[in-house]
């Protein structure tokens, strides 16, 4: 397996900026995000990823329950594109659409943007505040296969204690899921 380079951009440092068409047509910048929202939620995603399609559910509900406090999740796919995985802007249309999504999904289709921050397996979490800097990466919770499980909820845990002005008592996890398909 190749291994490439990835900025891997740590917590506490800026988050890396970006502009990425959506599947609503628009280009998305980070930045103009952070104008409106106390807070970002980037999740490296893709179409074809079992960890994903586990977590949707449980992303729609975080991007539900955070939204009125100005929280919005991003959806971020970088995969390369080819038959097989089904990545490509009209693809990701269809699956948004077939899954419900209620938050953005954008995609990175030169990967620049997910090597920028250091994604390396779908879903990886990344919190952003409303400076631009990284607070929380990796897993969205650590029982990915059992959303009804009680255990750590990561992301949700550090989205509440962003808002509530502590300390994020987890801010990294490993992630855990399907390598990104680079392309090289």
């Not at 921050?117 to 919770?141: E, S």
Request: glycine residues 6%; hydrophobic residues 40%; aromatic residues 12%.
């Amino acid at each position: 397996m190749i291994r490439l380079e990835t900025i891997d951009t740590p917590v506490g440092s800026y988050a890396p900026d970006f502009e990425l068409p959506g599947i609503d047509n628009q280009v998305h910048h980070l930045r103009r995000y952070l104008e409106n929202f106390r807070a970002v939620g980037v999740v490296s995603m893709c179409n074809y990823c079992p960890y994903v399609n586990f977590y949707l559910d449980r992303l729609k509900n975080i991007q539900a329950e955070f939204a009125h406090q100005r929280f919005t999740l991003i959806g971020m796919n970088a995969s390369d594109f080819s038959e097989r995985t089904g990545s490509s802007l009209a693809s990701m249309q269809a699956f948004a659409q077939e899954k419900g999504l209620n938050f953005p999904y954008l995609w990175d289709s030169t990967q620049e943007v997910s090597r920028s921050f250091g994604a390396i397996k779908t879903p990886t979490a990344f919190l952003i505040d409303t400076h631009g800097i990284l607070r929380y990466r990796g897993q969205i919770d650590n029982h990915p296969q059992k959303s009804s499980f009680l255990g750590e909820n990561y992301l949700r845990n550090a989205i509440a204690a962003l808002f509530k002005g502590e300390d994020i008592l987890v801010p990294e996890t490993e992630p855990v899921g399907t390598s990104i398909i680079w392309r090289i």
